[in-house]
């Protein structure tokens, strides 16, 4: 018994090494960028464009599509889902590569405001602080109605509104389920999945 107290207190202080380095870059990275521009002054930005529509101006189907898709937890987690980190760390494990990554709406919209989309773990910390910080500061429904407002969807097209006007001509509210769970799917690999891309290549 001692011996396996050993051990598991050996790797817990192995994994501490390990990770450490990584958080506090992670930490450095978040106050590097807020400092630079504030999550409210982001929000802002955000909100300041334009094509901004609010969430009850979106079609309700993309809406519940959209958290079914990315963020089944959404309405329950605090900005992080331990499950899906659980989940994620288990493939990456059997990948041996960081392949998922387990992010909530939140985080997606904290990597959107303000970091590259490379899969660095650094980042992942930073992105980590920044979802608290949303999720104190806002509703669940602010940060969704952001997420919608900010996403890529392909062919140069940042926001629900951008997209339905590009691929449909059509106002969020008026998508059909149809082209609902299309840009629902583009969402996934925007420049492979968007509904040109794939027109194009059922057409060759």
């Known amino acids: 018994m001692r011996k396996?107290?050993?051990?598991?207190?050996?790797?817990?202080?192995?994994?501490?090494?390990?990770?450490?380095?990584?958080?506090?870059?992670?930490c450095q990275l978040y106050h590097n960028a807020t400092e630079t521009a504030s999550v409210e002054e982001k929000v802002?930005?955000?909100r300041d464009n334009a094509q901004y529509v609010p969430l009850s101006d979106m079609d309700e189907y993309f809406v519940q599509e959209i958290i079914e898709s990315e963020d089944k937890r959404f309405y329950r987690h605090f900005g992080v889902d331990l499950l899906a980190v659980a989940r994620a760390v288990k493939n990456d494990i059997i990948a041996g590569g960081f392949v998922e990554g387990g992010s909530t709406i939140t985080q997606q919209l904290a990597k959107n405001m303000y970091f590259e989309f490379d899969k660095v773990m650094e980042r992942k910390v930073a992105e980590v602080l920044v979802a608290f910080q949303l999720e104190h500061k806002y509703t669940k429904d602010e940060i969704l109605e952001l997420y919608l407002n900010c996403i890529y969807f392909g062919e140069s097209c940042y926001g629900i509104q951008e997209a339905s006007a590009h691929y449909y001509s059509k106002a969020p509210a008026e998508l059909t389920r149809e082209q609902?769970?299309?840009l629902v799917y583009t969402i996934k690999c925007p420049n492979l999945y968007n509904p040109v891309a794939l027109a194009e290549n059922c057409a060759e």
Do not use: H, N
């Not at 396996?4 to 992670?26: D, E, F, S």
């Open 4 to 26: 396996l107290c050993k051990l598991c207190a050996v790797i817990l202080l192995l994994c501490l090494m390990v990770t450490a380095p990584v958080i506090y870059r992670g």
């Open 44 to 46: 802002s930005e955000i």
């Open 180 to 182: 609902a769970d299309s």
